[in-house]
């Protein structure tokens, strides 16, 4: 079953990833006509980027790929359930299917934060463990109003 | 107050970004010890990537700035709430405090899917409108096994 082989390359790349020691346990692939058009694993500590998980990475590598800032027509395949972050990439990306082997529960065990991120996300801003202000502006709608008047704007 | 002061910056980036045509109307920085040490308004179009979102952008340049993954005695002023995936990478960068302009009911308005992505993430991953599989696979957690074993990991 071609799901499953791409976990298993998802999970290959996770596990080298780990025990070569360039970054986090995590491993996911892009697959568009079933062929892989990106992959990548987690690259925080390596790239000094806390937002290069291996999931956002093979989002930005497949893009580049095929020289879009979409992806509708392909399948994201991923070590672990993607954490909220690489989720709502996947929404942006506008990806048509994923596919994950180990969920946000697993994660936690391993001391990841993705289930924590999880619960954060459902409270108000304010109540959460970082503070969250919403301060109210009498301008703060004029990106929107210069977005809605542009008459060239590139919709993604 | 510095507060409206930062977040002054961040709606000027949006209206700028928007008005000369480089991408959507949002703009983020980041602050710290009261100096702007990042900023950066939304790129996705721009660089053909789905993640360059302004906040994504600001704490990606704050961490080369700072030559670390992560932005403890940080503040983030966006022109908008951050969506899902930007609120993930600011748990991911540790950020200290987050204020913010517009909220994520105006980027529905303005046809942003902010809303919508927080909508989904609370639904369970099959019943998403981007459906989502977890298959068991009996080597699944292989990676995390590596990771618990390595002794010399780099914690994030």
New interface residues.
Partial sequence: MR??EF??QA?KL??D???T?Q?????ALIVKNNKVIAASSNQ??H?????A?AE?MA??LA??QL?????QDCILYS?????????????????????????RH??A???F?DS???D???LL?AQRH??????N?P??????E???A?T?????
Same sequence: chains 1, 2.
């Fill in positions: 799901h499953e976990l298993q999970i996770a596990v990833n780990s025990s020691g970054g986090g346990p995590f491993g925080v500590t790239l000094l980027d806390p937002t998980h956002i989002i930005r893009c580049q020289g879009d800032f979409q992806l070590s672990c359930e993607p954490c909220p972050m690489c989720l709502g990439a996947i929404y942006w990306a506008r990806l048509a299917e994923v596919y994950f082997a180990c969920n697993d994660a065990a391993a001391q934060d924590f991120i999880y954060e996300i459902a801003p970082i503070p969250m202000h919403h301060i502006l301008n703060a709608s004029q990106p929107f210069s977005w809605a542009k060239d704007k590139r919709l993604y």
